[in-house]
T-cell receptor, first 110, second 115 residues
Framework: RKEVEQDPGPFNVPEGATVAFNCTYS??????FFWYRQDCRKEPKLLMS???SGNEDGRFTAQLNRASQYISLLIRDSKLSDSATYLC???????????FGAGTTVTVRA | GAVVSQHPSWVICKSGTSVKIECRSL??????MFWYRQFPKQSLMLMAT?????????EQGVEKDKFLINHASLTLSTLTVTSAHPEDSSFYIC???????????FGDGTRLSIL
C-alpha cells in the first residue's frame, strides 16, 4: 500500500466553481500534513500546512481527519490560475522526512 | 519567503557522463537538505537526506556510490549522478529546511536527460 494515496483526477471545473478532493495516508504516527501545488514541469510549492482543527487560507480550506487518516482540500471560487497538480504530503511518523502523493490534477476552464 | 536555488535547470548529456547538480538556500541556513527524484506522472521519491557536515543517509534502493551527495556548508548541497545512463533521466529536485518544525522549501528542479 502506498504511504499517501490521492485520486489523480483530473477534476475539470468551470471558473467560480468549488472543487474538493481528499488524500489518505497509511502511517498513523504521522504528525505533519501539507498541501503543495505543482505546476507542469515545475517544482512543488507549499500551498498550506494542515492543522488538526482544520484551517483556511483565502479560498483554500484544508481539513484533517486523524481517525480515518485522510486530508482534504477545498478550493472555492476557482480561478484559472488554480489549474495545477495538488500534492498531498505527510511526514513519516516521528521522522521529518516527507512522503508525497502522486497528485490530484485540477483544471479550471473559462 | 524562503528561496532555494537549483542549478542547472536542464541537462542533456551522453551516457557515461557524470553530472553535478547544486542546491543553494539563498536567504536562510539549511540544516537539512533533501534530494528527490520524480518520474513522469509519479510522486516525488526521496533519494537521500543530508545534514551539513555529515554523511548523507540514503533511502532503501538508492545507490550511494551512484548518487554522491555533499553538504559542505549550511547553504549548499550537491548531488552528483556518476556515470549516468538513460534510466537515470528524471526530474531531480532538492529541498531545504532550516529548523525541525519548518516546512521544506523546494528548488526549481533539474531536468536530466541522458542520451
Amino acid at each position: 500500500r502506498k504511504e499517501v494515496e490521492q485520486d489523480p483526477g483530473p477534476f475539470n471545473v468551470p471558473e467560480g466553481a468549488t472543487v474538493a478532493f481528499n488524500c489518505t495516508y497509511s502511517n498513523s504516527a504521522s504528525q505533519s500534513f501539507f498541501w503543495y501545488r505543482q505546476d507542469c514541469r515545475k517544482e512543488p510549492k507549499l500551498l498550506m500546512s494542515v492543522y488538526s482543527s482544520g484551517n483556511e487560507d483565502g479560498r483554500f480550506t484544508a481539513q484533517l481527519n486523524r481517525a480515518s487518516q485522510y486530508i482534504s482540500l477545498l478550493i472555492r471560487d476557482s480561478k484559472l490560475s488554480d489549474s495545477a497538480t495538488y500534492l498531498c504530503v505527510v511526514n513519516r511518523g516521528n521522522d521529518y522526512k516527507l512522503s508525497f502523493g502522486a497528485g490530484t490534477t485540477v483544471t479550471v476552464r473559462a | 519567503g524562503a528561496v532555494v536555488s537549483q542549478h542547472p535547470s536542464w541537462v542533456i548529456c551522453k551516457s557515461g557522463t557524470s553530472v553535478k547538480i547544486e542546491c543553494r538556500s539563498l536567504d536562510f541556513q539549511a540544516t537539512t537538505m533533501f534530494w528527490y527524484r520524480q518520474f513522469p506522472k509519479q510522486s516525488l521519491m526521496l533519494m537521500a537526506t543530508s545534514n551539513e557536515g555529515s554523511k548523507a543517509t540514503y533511502e532503501q534502493g538508492v545507490e550511494k556510490d551512484k548518487f554522491l551527495i555533499n553538504h559542505a556548508s549550511l547553504t549548499l548541497s550537491t548531488l552528483t549522478v556518476t556515470s549516468a545512463h538513460p534510466e537515470d533521466s528524471s526530474f531531480y529536485i532538492c529541498s531545504a529546511r532550516g529548523f525541525s518544525n519548518q516546512p521544506q522549501h523546494f528548488g526549481d528542479g533539474t531536468r536530466l536527460s541522458i542520451l
